[in-house]
Nanobody, 127 residues
Framework: QVQLVESGGGVAQAGGSLRLSCAAS????????MAWFRQAPGKEREFVAA????????YYADSVKGRFTISRDNAKHTVFLEMNSLTSEDTAVYYC????????????????????WGQGTQVTVSS
């Protein structure tokens, strides 16, 4: 059973920054893509960003492109989400997720592709 633990959420001012971390308890961490999703109140969970197993390729939702950066440290089994220029639209619970697909090299990431999820961390942006 993969355990994912997010941290780094909190309250930020509009225009500010936050950095989320997700620690994974899986020996094969470096074999799987990782992603961040978010869910705002009353809305469906949506894709935010993904990074492939090697860390070479990254993918972003249009709404965060240019403001958020996903990265990973395979030696420490950790994935990060650096969030800059935050707006009230970024307020949500952010979830870390591990892909089911071994060594996936494609560019499509849907919630159904992820078999392990963290408990979520709240991000609130005040205007």
């Amino acid at each position: 059973q993969v355990q994912l633990v997010e941290s780094g959420g909190g309250v930020a001012q509009a225009g500010g920054s936050l950095r989320l971390s997700c620690a994974a308890s899986i020996r094969t961490f470096s074999m799987y893509a990782m992603a961040w999703f978010r869910q705002a109140p009353g809305k469906e969970r949506e894709f935010v960003a993904a990074i492939n197993w090697s860390g070479i390729s990254t993918y972003y939702a249009d709404s965060v492109k240019g403001r958020f950066t996903i990265s990973r440290d395979n030696a420490k089994h950790t994935v990060f989400l650096e969030m800059n220029s935050l707006t009230s639209e970024d307020t949500a619970v952010y979830y870390c997720a591990a892909d089911r697909r071994l060594y996936y090299t494609g560019s499509t990431y849907d919630t159904r592709d992820f078999g392990s999820w963290g408990q979520g961390t709240q991000v609130t942006v005040s205007s």
